[in-house]
């Protein structure tokens, strides 16, 4: 079940939507769907863990007072029957999304109460391991992928706010695809390309059982080493120890058949060089410095950054050059916030 409920001054909104050309800030006192059976509560910068039961008992009664009901979402409007403030209550039902007419007041009320029965609100490292809960690992697991990376920072954090295409994240890997496995071992500026025996598969899946026995939590300190398995059609993630895990990985490329090495050209990972291709513009994003849940722009309040674009490529006209969502008619990119040629 994916819900949005929230108080929004229209206002506000619209001009975070539309005046910063990046992601909006997102002021809204709401109530989200993180992912199935999690639920969180933000207001003011501070979010608040809301239990499945109460969640659920919480959304049927906000819909119990609900007078009218439309397909299609919310309407992006400054003012509504010429009020400035309004109810915004989303539910997605059978993969339809539906809005619903509300008075705002009650809503408002309604989330007071519910905020006041959440307790107190999280520090970022609950919220982070709240909202990325390690799932049990199956019995019979089909196995996607292992990785070792340094964490680079909130998980889509825009191109536009780490100011460079290719973030090196000195990653290692074992992937699996169309029944081929394959793995790579980052060392230092060059990576290791193995192909990985089908007979060893078996081997590999008892290992990461073991590694899952004791899973780590989600949160990470930027620049800090983080490793997870992912598996199963969903790629289901669970966290795993950063130092067991990369020796899985060398053990597993130790057991392979090597295949290539690459030197990593460490020019287009600095930031720096961009300035090359020349600047055109600032562009001062109020950006949230956070995951995006189920679509819900963030969670975790970020000072305003000031953002340099690079200058795009005027042969491609569809998409963005720099993140390579499709492009709209304004003068940056919604997703990246990197400005673009009229």
Sequence with gaps: MNVYIAYRDLVRFNLEMNGTGGNPSNSDFRLTTVKDDIFLLTC???DYAVANE???KFIDEV???CTGKHRGFFPT???????????VVEKEENHITYYYDMDDK??????????????APMTRRELINYCYPNPELPDDFELNSITHQIYPGPDNTPVSVIRTHFPDKKTSCFTVSDGVASVKIRDD?????????AELIPEITGKVRELCKEPAEAYVEKGAWESFIEFDKKSKRIFTDPDKTIALLNDIASKSIFRSSEVIDKEKYHPADLSENGFIGMVNNNVNNTAFFSGVPGVFPMSQQSQQAVQPSPDNSTVCPFCGAPRGTGRFCTECGGQLIQ
Excluded: R, W
Excluded at 106 to 119: A, F, P, T, Y
């Design 189 to 197: 500026d060059s990576t290791k390309l193995y192909d990985v025996p």
């Design 77 to 87: 409007e400054s003012y509504l029957n010429s009020m400035s403030t309004a109810a």
């Design 44 to 46: 003011g910068g501070d």
């Design 54 to 56: 109460t969640a659920e």
């Design 63 to 65: 819909l119990s007072k």
């Design 106 to 119: 009650v809503l408002l009320q309604m989330l007071e109460d519910l905020k006041i029965k959440s307790g």
